[in-house]
């Protein structure tokens, strides 16, 4: 569904349109961000105010300070080996595209489950199952970069955006991004180190109070995030029919959140549609119409093994849980 979505607009060779039904408005084809707040903004929105009918128990809920909540030096040396250990896993699982933090904490926090001396305190607050789980899941968002920067290939929702991002800058994302705009790619790498730095300072000193904002009643948030929503497609200039657009994506993406299935994975395949189209196109024609050429080169071979490694992560996850996986929730 995210191809054919993708797929809509003028043509990238012939300049013919395609699937526009007459509306010019959709000859640059679907707009991104009607598509990515649709998805998973407003549609997040419909499920809360589905969940606020029938739970109103959890509103306002009050939250009790505890001088034991701190974490302290001998608990940090403990768990180090396990911060090392789940950061190992999730940079492997955040080069290979389309596994997502999900596959990362679950693989991490069950490898340090087993190889614990007391798995029975596991889900019960033990202080290495935690670390195992996040370490994994924060080290999985910037190895993403690795196939976006190195192959121009998104490994998550997040990549995708940014792919999405430097497009409308007009910059392509690959192999060439280094010669062409190394300090570019610098910046990023820079801001990453100063936003992790950030990051560990404002969760330290700030955790209680922004912990505080769950106590805000959820028929105040809502209102307030779907106006924001509406109000941000309005100021990038798409009128009404933007609206429309993004009611529409809105509701697809609540059905698809409300019927478990996987709208991170239709995202990316919709960000991704258009270069993937041209550079398919473009191998088929300078390979006279043979498609084995996809087969034939060493990073195609490549990729093909990545895939096959994320299916059998997948379906091996599927038979564990016994219930079916979204590669990247």
Avoid at 253 to 268: E, I, N, W
Wanted: aromatic share 10%.
């Amino acid at each position: 569904l995210g191809i054919f979505l993708g797929t809509v607009g003028l043509d990238n060779q012939t300049g013919l349109p395609r699937l526009t039904f007459g509306y010019t408005e959709l000859m640059d084809g679907m707009p991104l961000i009607a598509v990515a707040i649709g998805t998973l903004a407003l549609s997040e929105m419909f499920i809360q105010s589905e969940k606020l009918r029938y739970d109103r128990a959890n509103m306002g809920v009050k939250l009790e300070h505890r001088p034991d909540d701190h974490i302290t030096w001998p608990i940090l040396r403990g768990i180090m080996p396990t911060i090392l250990r789940g950061t190992g896993v999730g940079t492997f699982v955040g080069a290979l595209p389309g596994l997502g933090p999900s596959v990362g904490s679950f693989m991490s926090y069950g490898m340090t489950q087993r190889a614990a001396r007391d798995p029975e305190t596991f889900g019960k607050g033990n202080p290495k199952g935690i670390a195992a789980s996040e370490s994994a899941d924060n080290a999985v968002i910037p190895a993403a970069l690795i196939p976006l920067f190195g192959l121009g290939i998104p490994g998550n929702v997040s990549a995708a955006l940014l792919i999405g991002a430097f497009a409308i800058h007009g910059i392509t994302v690959g192999p060439l991004l280094l010669r062409d705009s190394p300090e570019l790619l610098y910046s990023i790498f820079a801001g990453m180190i100063l936003a992790s730095v950030l990051m560990l300072a404002l969760g330290w000193f700030g955790l209680m109070v922004f912990a505080q904002i769950t106590r805000v009643p959820p028929h105040v948030v809502i209102p307030v995030v779907v106006f924001f929503c509406l109000a941000g497609m309005m100021l990038q200039g798409y009128g009404t029919f933007g609206l429309v657009i993004l009611m529409a994506f809105a509701l697809l993406g609540y059905l698809m959140k409300k019927y478990d299935y996987s709208f991170v994975t239709f995202l990316v395949a919709f960000i991704i549609t258009p270069m993937l189209e041209l550079n398919l196109r473009q191998s088929i024609i300078l390979s006279r119409g043979n498609w084995s050429i996809l087969l034939d080169r060493p990073i195609a071979l490549f990729f093909i093994v990545c895939t096959a490694i994320a299916l059998v992560m997948l379906a091996w996850r599927t038979v564990r849980t016994g219930k079916p996986v979204a590669p990247a929730d």
